[in-house]
């Protein structure tokens, strides 16, 4: 057997140790990214929303400008699944899905806010009673929390949500913006 120097190859394994560990860092970022923690309440029934989707889509009301959609929901999402407002209440009654989703402008002014939830009997829109205090808002990223100020009874429905998320900004390759002159 050739004769090693132990000292020389034992100072490699930290590094390699080093790259192991900074490598599965890298692969749980995202996953710890796309978080949500609260409770969605719809008719008396609780679901806990866990996981959170942020996608940006064209703006409905200022042509040339982007919004952002977030999804808080019990199950993870596509990008597809959360641009897709209709679809997305589908799967609350067929799948029993519960979702918070919400638009935001440019400006994190609220545009649109939606609970979805098997419980109600009919679709809530609630941009009316929703509070977003935000935490991060630029580009990449979009944090933090959700609520309604207290239960709301409207429509012969009953709801209330209070959810903190941070989630990363899912690019949309077919959005337009303002083109440069």
Same mark, same amino acid.
Do not use: C
């Given at each position: 057997?050739?004769?090693?120097?132990?000292? @020389?190859?034992?100072?490699?394994?930290?590094?390699?140790?080093? =790259?192991?560990?900074?490598? *599965?860092? !890298?692969?749980?970022?995202?996953? $710890?990214? #796309? #978080?949500?923690?609260?409770? $969605? #309440?719809?008719?008396?029934?609780? *679901?806990? +929303? /866990?996981?959170?989707?942020?996608? /940006?889509?064209?703006? *409905?009301?200022?042509?040339?400008? !982007?919004?952002?959609?977030?999804? !808080?929901? %019990?199950?993870? =999402?596509?990008?597809? #699944?959360?641009?897709? *407002?209709?679809? +997305?209440?589908?799967?609350?009654?067929?799948?029993? +899905?519960?979702?918070?989703?919400?638009? $935001?402008?440019?400006?994190?002014?609220?545009?649109?806010? /939606?609970? $979805?939830?098997?419980?109600?009997?009919?679709?809530?829109?609630?941009?009316?009673?929703?509070?977003?205090?935000?935490?991060?808002?630029?580009?990449?990223?979009?944090?933090?929390?959700?609520?309604?100020?207290?239960?709301?009874? /409207?429509?012969?429905?009953?709801?209330?949500?209070?959810?903190?998320?941070?989630?990363?900004?899912?690019? %949309?390759?077919? @959005?337009?913006?303002?083109?440069?002159?």
């Amino acid at each position: 057997m050739p004769d090693v120097d132990r000292h @020389a190859v034992s100072s490699w394994v930290p590094p390699a140790r080093a =790259l192991f560990v900074v490598a *599965a860092m !890298l692969a749980t970022t995202p996953t $710890l990214a #796309q #978080q949500a923690n609260g409770t $969605l #309440q719809a008719n008396g029934r609780a *679901a806990k +929303l /866990e996981h959170a989707i942020a996608v /940006e889509v064209d703006s *409905a009301t200022e042509p040339g400008y !982007l919004d952002v959609v977030v999804v !808080l929901s %019990d199950r993870r =999402l596509s990008a597809a #699944q959360a641009r897709d *407002a209709a679809g +997305l209440e589908a799967m609350s009654r067929r799948d029993g +899905l519960a979702a918070l989703r919400v638009v $935001l402008n440019p400006d994190a002014r609220v545009m649109s806010a /939606e609970p $979805l939830h098997p419980a109600f009997t009919t679709f809530v829109s609630s941009a009316l009673w929703v509070r977003f205090e935000p935490t991060a808002y630029d580009e990449k990223r979009i944090a933090g929390r959700l609520r309604t100020p207290g239960p709301q009874n /409207e429509f012969r429905q009953q709801w209330s949500y209070e959810v903190s998320f941070s989630a990363p900004i899912v690019l %949309d390759p077919d @959005a337009t913006t303002v083109p440069r002159r």
